[in-house]
């Protein structure tokens, strides 16, 4: 993987690599990640059906002995403290992956519906907020500049820039206007500060 990682994906890397048997110290004491975040997620993981307590612990100083149930790859599961998968930032993953498989140009709308899965749907103003702004850091270019507004206007079409696929993460529209890139752990665009408005 490019860019940094995240503590969750560290440990999910070291768990994976312990798979028949680990604690909470043996992970937290291999990806440096502290005890209380490592029991969280391996919390999450246990409820989310991914690891499973291989010992019973006769007493209350046993540690927990855990092993690996369900490995999903190299990308760590993303849970809520239930165990159940997060919903939140689905959307701009299914339309990045989306992006990257067709060959030609789209529009908004058009990503917006092959993007949609029954359990995250992408709504089309979603789609095209995330389009422009993929399209100010290059990751998109606009083939076709839309005409009008409303039922007779003619959306902007766009086509995936493969030169600028950094990796399986979507880049992340920021709430200051900023594109952060995961995959290479930065910022790759930011909105210029527009200095009359000071």
Same mark, same amino acid.
């Given at each position: ?41 391996? +919390?999450?993981?246990?409820? *989310?059906?991914?690891?499973? #307590?291989?010992?019973? $612990?006769?007493? &209350? ?22 165990? +159940?998968?997060?919903?939140? *930032?689905?959307?701009?993953? #299914?339309?990045?992956? $989306?992006?990257? &498989? ?97």
């Amino acid at each position: 993987m490019l860019g940094g990682k995240s503590k969750r994906q560290r440990l999910w890397e070291v768990i994976r690599a312990y798979r028949d048997g680990f604690t909470l110290r043996d992970i937290a004491y291999d990806t440096d990640v502290d005890m209380t975040t490592t029991r969280s997620y391996l +919390q999450s993981l246990e409820r *989310g059906g991914f690891i499973q #307590q291989s010992n019973e $612990t006769v007493h &209350i100083c046993d540690e927990k002995q855990y092993r690996l149930l369900k490995d999903n790859g190299l990308e760590a599961p993303r849970l809520t403290r239930d165990g +159940q998968p997060v919903i939140q *930032g689905r959307a701009q993953e #299914q339309m990045w992956r $989306t992006m990257r &498989i067709l060959g030609g140009d789209f529009n908004y709308q058009e990503l917006a519906g092959l993007a949609s899965t029954s359990e995250v749907v992408v709504s089309p103003i979603a789609a095209r907020d995330y389009l422009k702004h993929l399209a100010h850091a290059g990751y998109v270019a606009v083939v076709a500049k839309g005409k009008g507004r409303g039922a007779g206007g003619v959306p902007s079409r766009y086509r995936f820039n493969r030169s600028r696929y950094t990796g399986p993460r979507p880049p992340m529209v920021q709430r200051t206007k900023s594109i952060y890139d995961p995959n290479l752990g930065k910022v790759v665009w930011q909105e210029e500060v527009d200095h009359d408005d000071l």
